[in-house]
């Protein structure tokens, strides 16, 4: 390892409190600090899909028409979309550097079960991209014309439904780590499986414009986090010691 | 039970009882879909509201029927590949994508076609035709990434992860493609609608359902023949056989 990155990266200390094996809560807090530390150093990778997602809702109104009628129609949508591209964008790098230096190894050698461990990385990714994605999401919204009442829907349902797409696009990372040119295929194997927290989200934005209820929707995305947050750290387990040992 | 499954872990005792099945499966592949386009496409009555244009659902049917087992069996082949370590679970699952692939597009491209005189467009975002475009996209995205990996033990267990993943995903996007389908547009025209068909236009399409199942199965067990001899092409038995027939 020649990089100057990789060299930072092994300095940083994770530190175990007590016996040698530790507990599941201690190693899974442990991993959480040591992630959001390692990105937040790298600011520039964390900007990069916010102002993505800020481009790509530009390019709309000059591509398609800057009448707000007709943005409002397609705002949901649009915003949604752009959204998720975004947060697709930085899922490659989610285990890359790890990979690349051997952390993810030891990772694997750990006695904690390496489901939760991953869901931790999985959590520093929301933090870090859905959510900031969330919280932009309403100023793009006054852009494309969305009407006052759907902004606080816009950025609950995104926040989410974007926690959905980490731990869906982790098992994706997970299974493309391994391979030297894994972005397009990453992109090809994890957008279908999108689709259905897409439709809800882009719904529950389009039934607030409308006037209708958004509960459904969002408690139906919240089934959805639900059921990927049971069953998604399993599979990245499984696709990580894929990625490992082939 | 077990001693079957002991069994199918011999590559050698399943090419050898493959020999005996195969042909069975292609003589009822190719009677029943003789009988069953015969009649299908010259006997059986015309409907009173599309004409002709209805004969269509003969392939149409049977097509989207095995788009969809065959990726359940690819995933069934995956479980039992991960769980058991059986390599002819394996060798199957990959045999069966490109067929699963074709037959997917077969049952899109022939709903297209029928499309064009009943709904007067090649394509309708209708729900149905939607969701099969997405188990397209998910077919094309296993065969990706089995072939993007170089060692061929990675690239099964990958494919088999993603197979899961896809079949817990098939019946959430299904329904949730359902439900969008429903908020977006009102239903013009359902297919269920015309579940009460007469027998003689259902007889047919039963033979034909039954016909390509067997086609699944003869032409899955030709392929998988194929693929154990290249597999193992450096086994002593295999040898003895290219031997014995030069």
């Known amino acids: 390892m020649t990089g100057t990155e990789g060299s930072v990266s092994k300095e940083v200390p994770v530190v175990f409190h007590g016996e040698p094996g530790g507990g599941l809560a201690v190693a899974f807090w442990a991993t959480l600090k040591r992630d959001l530390v390692l990105l937040l150093r790298r600011r520039s990778e964390v900007m990069n899909p916010l102002v993505f997602f800020a481009i790509v809702i530009t390019l709309f109104p000059i591509g398609i028409s800057p ?6 129609a397609i705002a949901p949508g649009l915003l949604w979309v752009a959204a998720l591209l975004a947060a697709l964008l930085s899922l490659d790098s989610l285990f890359r550097a790890d990979y690349d230096d051997g952390s993810l190894e030891q990772l694997l050698l750990t006695p904690q079960p390496l489901a939760v461990l991953a869901l931790a990385k999985v959590a520093v990714h929301w933090l870090l991209t859905g ?30 439904g974007s926690a959905s797409l980490s731990l869906i696009g982790a098992i994706g990372a997970a299974l493309t780590v391994g391979l030297s040119r894994g972005g397009v295929l990453l992109s090809l194997l994890v957008l279908p499986l999108y689709i259905p927290v897409l439709i809800f989200g882009a719904g529950a934005v389009q039934a607030a414009i409308f006037g209708d209820g958004v509960m459904a929707h969002l408690a139906i995305l919240g089934a959805l986090l639900a059921l990927a947050l049971i069953l998604a750290p399993l599979a990245i387990a499984a696709s990580l010691r894929i990625s490992i040992n082939g | 039970m077990w001693a079957f499954i002991n069994k199918l872990r011999s590559p050698k005792w399943f090419y050898a009882i493959s020999a005996r099945l195969q042909p069975w499966f292609w003589a009822a592949a190719l009677i029943l879909i003789v009988i069953g386009s015969v009649w299908g496409l010259a006997f059986a009555p015309a409907d009173y509201q599309q004409g002709n244009s209805f004969r269509i659902i003969y392939v149409h049917v049977p097509a989207a029927f095995l788009a969809q087992s065959i990726f359940v069996s690819m995933a069934i082949a995956g479980v039992v590949f991960m769980v058991w370590k059986i390599k002819i679970a394996d060798m199957a699952a990959a ?36 969701s099969m475009l997405i ?7 296993v065969i990706a990434l089995r072939g993007a990996f170089t060692s061929r033990d990675s690239a099964s267990r990958a494919a088999s992860v993603l ?58 067990l030709m392929r998988t023949r194929s693929e154990i001899l290249r ?16």
């Open chain 1, 67 to 72: 009448d707000p009628q007709l943005l409002t």
């Open chain 1, 131 to 160: 959510l900031p994605l969330a919280l932009m999401a309403p100023l793009l919204g006054v852009m494309l014309a969305l009407p006052a009442g759907s902004y606080g829907v816009l950025a609950v349902s995104l926040a989410l």
């Open chain 2, 95 to 130: 045999m069966m994508a490109p067929l699963g692939a074709a037959m997917t597009f077969i049952a899109l491209f022939s709903g297209a076609v029928w499309g064009v005189p009943t709904w007067g467009t090649w394509w309708m975002w209708d729900a149905r035709l939607t």
């Open chain 2, 135 to 141: 188990l397209l996209f998910l077919y094309l995205g």
């Open chain 2, 163 to 220: 197979a899961m993943v896809g079949v817990i995903n098939i019946p959430i996007i299904k329904y949730s493609v359902d439900w969008w389908y429903t908020l977006h547009q009102p239903a013009s025209f359902t297919i269920t609608g015309r579940a009460a068909m007469p027998l003689e236009m259902w007889a047919p399409l039963l033979i034909m359902v039954l016909g390509f199942y067997c086609f699944f199965i003869a032409l899955t």
């Open chain 2, 231 to 246: 597999r193992e092409s450096n086994k002593r038995w295999v040898r003895d056989l290219a031997g014995g027939e030069r």
